[in-house]
């Protein structure tokens, strides 16, 4: 298995312009997450799919902020309008999910490094 | 509630000596812990995970670490430090009664420097 898949690994852009960062989860994992990594805060949950569904966004920071997962294989991090303080690397991981062996142990990617000026 | 600290933001040794991260918890039952690290510019790799089995847990790279929950302690230890582990360092915390993945609590990071 290739593992947790990000793109982009780097991404600047200008404020106010929209961001997409997508995800490919492990073949088999049911649960996935979004983090976020700056220096500040350290490593935040943004938000936990299960099935493809969004179980809890409460780290989410704002509106400006959305995630889906269209299926098993794919979810979406974007962020519009962007801003300087989302500068940060954003990573998303995969674990086999609820009831599952290993359930607790996540496999990260590699990040997205994002840098609005 | 659980949380983790990570006692030691930052900890420098020299190559060939031992390393000790600590690590304490808090959790309302019986955790799992886990010890990820994470080497500049890459994501975090898992290390090692106690789950309510063997108190004294190895892990890749001669890392173990020893669950002591009089103390409430996860500490990661290894024999002799190489190069290659300078990096930074996450103790996870997880209470096994929710197996979602929205209950891990990472601690603040610990930064390993080796020098030679």
């Known amino acids: 298995d290739a593992g947790v898949i990000q793109s982009p690994r780097h991404e600047v852009t200008e404020m106010g312009q929209e961001v997409t960062l997508r995800c490919k989860p492990i073949?088999?994992?049911?649960?996935l997450f979004w983090y976020r990594q700056t220096m500040m805060r350290g490593l935040e949950l943004l938000i936990y799919?299960?099935?493809?569904?969004?179980?809890?966004d409460s780290g989410m920071p704002e509106d400006r902020f959305s995630a889906k997962m269209p299926n098993a294989s794919f979810s979406t991090l974007k962020i519009q309008p962007s801003e300087p303080r989302d500068s940060a690397v954003y990573f998303c991981?995969?674990?086999?999910?609820?009831?599952?062996?290993?359930?607790?142990?996540?496999?990260f990617g590699a990040g997205s490094r994002l840098t609005v000026l | 509630a659980q949380s983790v600290t990570q006692l030691d933001s930052h900890v420098s040794v020299s190559e060939g000596t031992p390393v000790l991260l600590r690590c304490n918890y808090s959790?309302?039952?019986?955790?799992?812990l886990f010890w990820y690290v994470q080497h500049p510019n890459k994501g975090l790799q898992l290390l090692l995970k106690y789950t309510s089995a063997a108190t004294l847990v190895k892990g890749i790279n001669g890392f173990e670490a020893e669950f002591k929950k009089s103390e409430t302690s996860f500490h990661l230890t290894k024999p002799s430090a190489h190069m290659s582990d300078a990096a930074e360092y996450f103790c996870v915390v997880s209470d096994v009664l929710n197996n979602a993945g929205n209950m891990l609590t990472f601690g603040g990071g610990t930064r390993l420097m080796v020098k030679p």
């Open positions: 799919f299960n099935n493809n569904v969004p179980i809890d």
């Open positions: 959790s309302s039952y019986s955790p799992s």
């Open positions: 991981a995969s674990s086999p999910g609820q009831g599952q062996a290993g359930a607790n142990v996540l496999t």
């Open positions: 073949s088999g994992h049911n649960s």
